[in-house]
């Protein structure tokens, strides 16, 4: 079809001219806002999927950190229990009444920590359990500022 058969037509349609010309126009701007949008929802889908394996990514990151604290807490009941456990063995010793030399042991331990000895002396120069050593190191050690 050529220009000739186009203006044929639309001499025959008795639409004027000028509002044919403002139709195509105005259909013109409606296709490119149309093409426009999907552009922007293509973006904002991408973006989307984006976000949501960030999401996803810390609820698992969320889930690891929630399963160590978990056995963290457990690990903290425990050595909790142990440090009870032995101060009751000490203080069963102490009632016990042992030997002069036991206590007199534990009484040289004990300035031994209090002048910076650590856990592994006592047990090597004292003969005590690594538990009894690390107890009397946790009670009559130096505090450590700050």
């Known amino acids: 079809m050529n220009l000739s058969a186009i203006q044929n037509m639309l001499e025959q349609l008795s639409i004027p001219w000028p509002v044919l010309a403002a139709a195509a126009g ?3 701007l409606l296709l490119c806002a149309i093409a426009m949008r999907r552009r922007t929802v293509a973006r904002r889908s991408v973006e989307y999927a984006r ?43 102490k009632l016990q009444g042992q030997s002069g030399d036991s206590n007199h042991a534990y009484e040289q331990a004990i300035r031994m920590v209090r002048r910076g000895a650590d856990a592994g002396r006592l047990v090597s120069d004292f003969g005590l359990s690594r538990g009894e050593a690390e107890l009397v190191t946790l009670l009559h050690g130096r505090r450590k500022a700050g």
């Not at 609820?59 to 807490?73: F, H, I, M, P």
């Open 26 to 28: 105005l259909l013109t």
């Open 51 to 93: 976000l949501q394996a960030q999401i996803d990514k810390l609820r698992q990151d969320n889930r690891s950190v929630v399963e160590l604290a978990v056995r963290a807490g457990r690990r903290l009941r425990q050595s909790e229990a142990q440090l009870r456990e032995l101060g009751q063995r000490v203080e069963a010793l």
